[in-house]
């Protein structure tokens, strides 16, 4: 129960956040009267003009219920099945979706690249874009796929986006942004979402509003809209088209009006600054990579991470090396949350050890 | 808006209705403190319990988005790709679905039989089960879906549901329960809920929970619990396990508690049953086929139609055949709704007409 | 073994006849030298002039193994995955290829439509056509396949094409023709393959060589030559694309060079003529339904049935309805196999029975 | 056409050569006469018995046309669609199928592992085998494909195969063989077929007969049986099982009497070592890996590889790595073929260049 069993000290994912009360209060709102269903009601057209000014252009929008889906059904109308879709080898289309973009493409064939910072290597993208392509042995380069912010909460720059996009552009491939951190992306950045998708090139925009305080609702955002028929088909055929729409629809509403999606996004990402800033002033803990979002990856000592644990702090460790640690901070996370894990951090690390 | 532009006589589905309060109020409760996710969380395995309880033994629990994730991950679950369902003709999985069950199965073809009220015919079926099973060049007959209650509102009896189930068992195969309106089932006919379901030989239930009362929140419940690994694997790759998964469980565990589910089924039998008294009052109405949940088929004459309609009524009409028209009452109908709709239709008809 | 367990009175289906001498002697030939793979050798290319020629404009060709990949890869190239296939609930593609168009097309659906002779009937081919196109909630009516000659061996006259066509182009669908007895039927219409196909409206046609001639060869013939990439990676991705096509195409060639095609169809059809002429002066046999092709529906008296069997004579029997037999002849039927199984009903029909 | 424009010189594929003559004749033979169907003729039930005898074992066999479809029907019936298929990065199932295994898996994700000489590390295996097993939001290793030989030309030694089935083994996961060169390997390394096979506790067997000498004919062996039913609506439903199967079984029937299958693959491997003999003794050639079927890569010198095209002779390179070349022969390949090119690569080698 949320209630009875709080989990005060949680740094493993931004999934385990709850609401924000804004989204919360507009869903009970939406509880009564009379709505059309199957996103045909009042607060669908109104989060689809709303993403229309915010993109500062017209778009088509299907709400679904996880960013799994949308990434699926976005990569399926992207790619026919003998294509390939391009994407970096720590992605979560490429590992933690339990092969649903295999699925929804009926069965193509996504291609790991390398790249520090879970960025794709422009030139591992460069030789990819080319593989065979047309050769009817082999699937074709048909879709490239990018994550903002990345998996190790890196950002791509506008600058870095433009060169994979040219590569993409130049190969006649399509381009699909996995934005499971998008808010994120946007505010450590301070760029426009325009700049960071449609201007760069991005077909379809998996938004990734879960993670930054909704509860259920996630959208693909349509920039190409002539894909819109065909995804609707896809979104239908996959059983993602609530029937209530306007419960899903009501928490995006409530996250895009009156900029909440970008304030959510900021206290994340300055939780995770302020991590950052505390454990480089811990000696023996090593951050890892480039951190502009909300996630941080550093090697800690044996004892540190046991204290941490001890201390009933939850997050994963051991799972990418030995000694690597992932922390990860939301729009709920406070102050308080950071300050405590640094002082069991420095305590343990003063402590020695192993 | 939902607000602005009140639908006050819908009659065209359930899935217009709302929330109940008591679901709009956990929902809001869950908003805050951290919880695990993808269905790790306490709520989840609250759900878990209580429809353990309600159906008087031990199931697992899948919760989605849809009916159709729910069919369509089930019906994938019970039969090989190579295998054909037995479902009614009319039944929303062969109509309404976009062809999820053939995306989710990845190809089982369904093949639709007779019988009226929407409920399969019994010597069909017997058919239908044996026809070329294990024959190469053919699809293997593999699983029965019946829905309850059916598409025109009837209500499969324990007796009639023996029958099929009977014929499913001796057959060797597999029996799927398309529970869209089960709550209305469960308390029209003032039986058990595991009368209805495993003790009459039902492996996977849809659970049916979005029209009668929750907001996005679906359920797949598993009988024969040998199939909850594949299921999982099944839905996760289907974008149907939600992050933040106790938002959904919110709704399901309010929707359980204290009998809530049922009470809203009996307003919405209630509504329809006061709905078919009245329309039988009404010269020139016919009312077509039993009903015993909240749907009323019935033939209007031309004008009684157009004067519904001229007066905000909202419904399905001509869309079976000319002059058949469905209504459908929910947990949100009120007394004033169908006593509007009883007095525009008694006007009318006694106007005269074509 | 074929030569130590001869059947020679095999009326069970044209696919237990061998291979025309000169197809064997062309496979032969081609034994030896090298020649390119996959598609790219030279009888490959002479295989598409030749059906160039015969079907009076440029065509492309993808030689595959059975009618079941012809009309799986035809289907899937001709509807998207949300799609519905409209044909004849009699035809093969519904019933006997053991869900191949749906495992081709991703599990599109099929639409089982009636008609007389195994012809889709115009009023509910219209209907069909129609049938909530456009509704996301509905599968998209996208491809109606038709069959020459059909299930039963009546054929489609040009003007009976060409109302099915119409059909099909107004409502915005695509052609497939299964000429699973398209010899026979060009044979027995005395058309040209091009007024039977591509100037009826026809895309795609799988033409069905294997029933009347070849060995293991089968070829699906495009006429809107727009579809071939999307063909050849379905082909390829399929396993239809054989690494020594030259094998295939030796059948081919030899099949289609001095009209051995046509005459091996001229054959089966006068042998099936030849029958249906003797069984119709038979008392107590009742012919059924029109037949132009090598297939003979006939109802037989009990005694009659029994007594062919006895004597060895292969069909199938009761399959349809009880008395129904049907009887199928092929290029390799000699007079003396019709004219004894003749000899033999005559026999026992004169005998009495029940 | 095959005997206008030979291609005497070919080392490009072992797909380039034809058929032996006692394939040829074998297949004339069986044009005559009737033969059931579908795989139910006497020559197929003959082609069973043989595999069984050269597998000392009750095996199950699927004719099918093509090794592309072997390998897919396989794989498809040893993993779910949720499953992984731990191959070789170099292997013909992850490069060179345009997507076969993920199309008939309806969409399970390939693995690729590296190792030397086309082999799987055994430690790289050993991780992927443990790789988030029964963890739902990734995919299960379910199945591991090894090739024999593999396609640099090396053999899995029976020690070597060992290692990686138990591997496999105690991951709980099934083991595929694509033996596209399997009579080479049998050849090359003296051992039994049984040995090399379901001794090692391979579950299915892609036969690889056309590479070696039949046509169109290719085989799944199956030794784990109870994978039979399965397997046989799958290779149906794949448009796998020809009407006139007699034609594909006559051509393994001949291939596996009287050890023509080994002959050839000797024939084969002999005028490979033939090849590296004369290749090592060139100077400025460079020998890639070991080999000891009938594949050779070496490192030409760039005008050795321009003397090669120029005097026609046909083979890969470039492909790989700059100057990196590809020789494959076959049971067709003469000794004035090899002395030819080896002859052609002095002169080239000895004149010296850039």
Not at 160 to 188: K, N, P, Y
Not at 213 to 226: C, N
Request: aromatic share 6%.
């Amino acid at each position: 129960m949320t209630d009875s069993s709080p989990l005060p000290r949680v740094f493993s994912s931004d999934n385990t956040a709850g609401a924000s009360p804004e989204i919360a209060e507009a869903v009970a709102r939406a509880a009564t009267g009379a709505a059309l269903p199957y996103g045909t009601d009042d607060l669908t057209a109104r989060v689809r003009t709303r993403l229309g000014e915010i993109f500062e252009r017209e778009v088509d929008v299907l709400i679904v219920s996880s960013g799994t889906a949308a990434n699926g059904l976005s990569l399926a109308t992207l790619t026919p099945p003998w294509g390939s879709v391009l994407c970096h080898r720590d992605s979560h289309i490429n590992n933690d979706e339990c092969g649903a973009p295999e699925f929804f493409t009926a069965g193509a064939k996504l291609v790991p690249l390398g790249g520090a910072d879970a960025k794709i290597d422009p030139a591992q993208l460069r030789a990819a874009v080319r593989h065979r392509s047309g050769d009817v042995h082999s699937v074709v380069p048909s879709v490239v796929s990018v994550t903002q912010a990345t998996e190790t909460g890196a950002v791509l720059t506008p600058d870095e986006l433009g060169v994979l996009s040219d590569i993409t552009r130049e190969g006649g491939l399509r381009l699909h942004m996995d934005g499971a951190r998008f808010a994120g992306a946007v505010s450590a950045l301070d760029a426009s979402p325009a700049d960071l998708t449609w201007r760069a090139g991005v077909d379809l925009l998996s938004f990734g509003a879960t993670k930054n305080g909704t509860m259920t609702a996630d959208a693909i955002v349509v920039f190409d809209r002539s894909l819109t028929p065909e995804l609707s088909f896809r979104t239908k055929r996959g059983g993602q088209i609530t029937a209530k729409s306007r419960f899903h629809a009501a928490q995006l509403d409530a996250y895009l009006a009156d900029g909440l999606w970008l304030r959510n996004a900021e206290r994340a990402n300055a939780m995770a600054a302020r991590l950052q800033d505390g454990l480089a002033e811990i000696p023996g803990i090593e951050l890892l990579g480039e951190t502009a979002a909300n996630i941080v990856f550093c090697r800690l000592p044996q004892q540190v991470t046991e204290k941490l644990l001890a201390d009933g702090f939850v997050f994963y460790h051991d799972r990418w090396e030995p000694g690597v640690v992932r922390l990860v901070t939301s729009f709920a996370t406070t102050r308080d949350d950071v300050d405590d894990l640094l002082r069991a951090a420095t305590d343990a690390a003063s402590t020695g050890g192993a």
